[in-house]
């Protein structure tokens, strides 16, 4: 969540990213399930299926009700479909969601039960100067995410001893930054940046879109299946033609999201465009954006670069100019404290 998370919710809810796209190193992503494959190669078996499923539908459709039946389903998905739909705040997308933000702070709460678990004896103490950092430009990004409509958030701060450059922020603001991320972050403008993106998850409620998607999802990959394709083919072709590029859309949304967070508190949003160039050129090359859930790191400094302008009037909204916080800069050796 950069997951996801939150970008740690990726398709089986993971908890954290790797150094290359903020997913979930391997060691921390959730149980691996078997996959079942149905029908085999048996080439009779799925002729059967297929002739099954088809036979159904004929009968169906030889119903003299058949017609209203459609427009009965197609009228109670549609309008339920444009009931759940809602605004995401300070993008103005629309989506489709039937998960409330207590049912998703629930999902996030076992989320950090296990990565607590993972990771205990790793926990710094709260008097540790990287904690205090990270606790620090928190509190300035806070009010902004309560201005977005996140109201009566517990926020907590977890900052973990790990080379992994990782962070994410889970429903229900439990913080976890992995220490591996800071000489990254450079200063407090990048450590803004990344908490900014993370942060910007939760705003915009990306776990419970993801989980309102599942039916869809699903459906898909039956209706694929009448057509001869094993679970495993079916979920792939499903994988890549839209749990990818809806992953890539909500990463490139906390991105916007998060620099106009950081920008409103009076962090120079430069730093999260110089913050993915250190990303692309220290991470190495990750796989094309077409086979992934997050964008390029190249992609996200080009978008950024497009939405710098915008950041600027909303740091001229809150009087940055005036103040001595805007373009603050701590050294790298503060931040290996």
Same mark, same amino acid.
């Given at each position: 969540?950069? /997951? *996801?998370?939150? /970008?740690?919710?990726?398709?089986?809810? %993971?908890?954290v990213r790797n150094p290359a796209q903020f997913r979930?190193?391997?060691?921390?992503? =959730?149980?691996?399930?078997? $996959? &079942? %494959?149905?029908?085999?190669?048996?080439? $009779?078996?799925?002729?059967? /299926?297929?002739?099954?499923? !088809? !036979?159904?539908? %004929?009968?169906?459709?030889?119903?003299?009700?058949?017609?209203?039946?459609?427009?009965?389903?197609g009228l109670g998905t549609g309008g339920a479909y444009v009931y759940n739909l809602e605004e995401v705040p300070i993008s103005g997308r629309r989506r489709f969601n039937i998960i409330s933000?207590?049912?998703e702070a629930q999902i996030g709460a076992a989320t950090v039960d296990e990565v607590q678990q993972q990771y205990?004896? $790793?926990?710094? *103490?709260?008097?540790?100067? =990287? &904690?205090?950092?990270?606790?620090? &430009?928190?509190?300035?990004?806070?009010?902004?995410?309560?201005?977005?409509?996140?109201?009566? &958030?517990?926020?907590?701060?977890?900052?973990?001893?790990? *080379?992994?450059?990782?962070?994410?922020?889970?429903p229900g603001g439990k913080v976890f930054v992995f220490t591996g991320i800071l000489p990254l972050c450079e200063d407090d403008n990048g450590i803004a940046a990344v908490l900014g993106h993370e942060i910007?998850?939760?705003?915009?409620?990306?776990?419970?879109?993801?989980? !309102? $998607?599942?039916p869809f999802v699903l459906l898909g990959v039956l209706a694929l299946m009448t057509?001869?394709?094993?679970?495993?083919? =079916?979920?792939a072709v499903l994988n890549l033609f839209l749990s990818m590029p809806a992953g890539r859309k909500q990463e490139a949304e906390a991105d916007q999201i998060g620099l106009m967070m950081m920008a409103r508190a009076c962090y120079r949003?430069?730093?999260?465009?110089?913050?993915?160039?250190?990303?692309?050129t220290t991470g190495g090359a990750g796989p094309p954006e077409l086979l992934s859930t997050h964008p390029s790191h190249h992609n996200r400094e080009e978008k950024i670069r497009e939405w710098l302008p915008r950041a600027h009037e909303q740091a001229e909204r809150s009087d940055c100019s005036a103040t001595s916080h805007y373009g603050e800069y701590e050294t790298q050796a503060e931040l290996k404290l």
């Open positions: 969540m950069f /997951r *996801p998370g939150f /970008r740690v919710f990726d398709s089986a809810f %993971r908890t979930p190193a391997k060691h921390a992503q =959730s149980r691996a399930y078997r $996959q &079942v %494959r149905f029908g085999g190669k048996n080439p $009779q078996g799925a002729h059967g /299926r297929f002739h099954f499923v !088809s !036979s159904l539908f %004929r009968r169906w459709a030889a119903r003299s009700t058949f017609y209203r039946d459609i427009g009965l389903i933000p207590r049912i205990q004896g $790793q926990m710094l *103490p709260d008097w540790h100067p =990287s &904690v205090r950092r990270v606790k620090k &430009v928190l509190e300035r990004l806070i009010p902004f995410a309560e201005e977005a409509g996140l109201h009566d &958030v517990n926020w907590e701060i977890h900052v973990i001893e790990s *080379p992994e450059a990782n962070a994410f922020v889970a910007a998850h939760v705003v915009a409620h990306h776990t419970a879109e993801k989980l !309102s $998607q599942a057509f001869d394709l094993s679970f495993q083919l =079916s979920s949003p430069e730093a999260a465009m110089e913050f993915w160039h250190r990303m692309e």
